[in-house]
């Protein structure tokens, strides 16, 4: 894990860089899509993000089971985005997993934050009824659903600590490997521990 005050500056310095020289992360090839359960498909608006994009910056609201304010706070950690619903039979049969992955590299730097479209009306006694043990919030104007052309869930994407997409695919599915991978690169104080003058510029750096 890479020191807090030793790292902002050379992010801030290797930022400014990128975006001067025009150069993007190499993109690979995206894996298919797995399949489970059906949901409404979005309109296409532009391409999916694939492996090696940089994750969009999003809104995201009612962030709930974590300290973070907002998503932006998730800088510096490695996230697993998932996309759920109340209605999802294969969405409950994930939670299990989903649960050991935020236990076992929690403290590594590691955070499930799972995403629906559904108001808390909804979705609190699921969340409640299943025992889900992480983050989770909605994204209530489905513009990240419509970023990642979600058409089945649960389905899930995996972001490292510089919000580049890393896998994409069912989180049932998600090796262990790829998780260790990512996690070379993360901050040793999450952006919510950060004194609050400071927070603020997570949010210039996930752009």
């Not at 030793?6 to 020289?21: E, G, K, M, V, Y």
């Not at 706070?73 to 294969?90: D, K, N, S, T």
């Not at 955070?111 to 989770?136: C, D, F, G, N, Q």
Request: with cysteine; net charge neutral; hydrophobic share 45%.
């Amino acid at each position: 894990m890479r020191r807090l005050p030793a790292t902002l500056s050379l992010l801030l310095t290797s930022l400014a860089a990128s975006r001067l020289s025009g150069q993007a992360a190499p993109a690979q090839a995206a894996p298919a899509r797995e399949q489970s359960e059906s949901a409404p498909a979005p309109a296409r608006l532009q391409p999916a993000p694939e492996i090696g994009d940089m994750h969009p910056a999003v809104a995201m609201e009612e962030l709930s089971q974590c300290k973070a304010a907002s998503f932006s706070e998730f800088y510096g950690r490695v996230v697993l985005i998932e996309f759920f619903a109340h209605w999802c039979g294969p969405c409950a049969l994930s939670v299990p997993h989903l649960n050991e992955l935020q236990t076992k590299y929690g403290a590594r730097g590691f955070s499930v934050v799972a995403v629906t479209t559904e108001t808390a009306k909804k979705t609190l006694p699921w969340i409640e009824k299943h025992r889900v043990e992480y983050s989770w919030g909605r994204d209530a104007t489905g513009e990240l659903h419509r970023l990642f052309q979600v058409r089945t869930i649960p389905s899930a994407a995996l972001i490292d600590s510089f919000g580049m997409v890393q896998w994409i695919g069912d989180p049932r599915r998600l090796r262990d490997d790829l998780i260790e991978n990512a996690l070379a690169e993360t901050f040793a104080q999450p952006v919510w521990e950060w004194p609050e003058d400071a927070r603020p510029l997570a949010r210039l750096l996930e752009r």
